[in-house]
Nanobody
Framework: QVQLAESGGGLVQAGGSLRLSCAAS????????MGWYRQAPGKQRELVAG???????MYADSVNGRFTISRDNDKNTVYLQMNSLEPEDTAVYYC?????????????WGQGTQVTVSS
């Protein structure tokens, strides 16, 4: 069993910063791609940023230049540094990981953490 646990969400004023963390635990053989998604009220869940096992990154156009995704492979943890936050960034942020156990590879999701940006 593998679990993803997010932390670091909260309330921040526009222009501020937050850092989200997502720690993977359990019977992990290898963590492949990891990513952050978000879902605002009434909207579909969307990919915000992703990072491969080798460290290659990608970002949604809406956050490019403001958000930075990184990972610490020793700690099985992925981070999302969010700067210059805007009210439009308000959403529940979910961690997502493509993780291999001994006999299987599948996608896991965290429980989500709320980010609220006030104007």
């Amino acid at each position: 069993q593998v679990q993803l646990a997010e932390s670091g969400g909260g309330l921040v004023q526009a222009g501020g910063s937050l850092r989200l963390s997502c720690a993977a635990s359990g019977r992990i053989f290898k963590i492949n791609r990891m990513g952050w998604y978000r879902q605002a009220p009434g909207k579909q869940r969307e990919l915000v940023a992703g990072i491969t096992s080798s460290g290659s990154t990608m970002y949604a156009d809406s956050v490019n230049g403001r958000f930075t995704i990184s990972r610490d492979n020793d700690k099985n943890t992925v981070y999302l540094q969010m700067n210059s936050l805007e009210p439009e960034d308000t959403a529940v942020y979910y961690c997502n990981g493509d993780i291999s156990s001994r006999f299987t590879t599948r996608v896991y999701w965290g429980q989500g953490t709320q980010v609220t940006v006030s104007s």
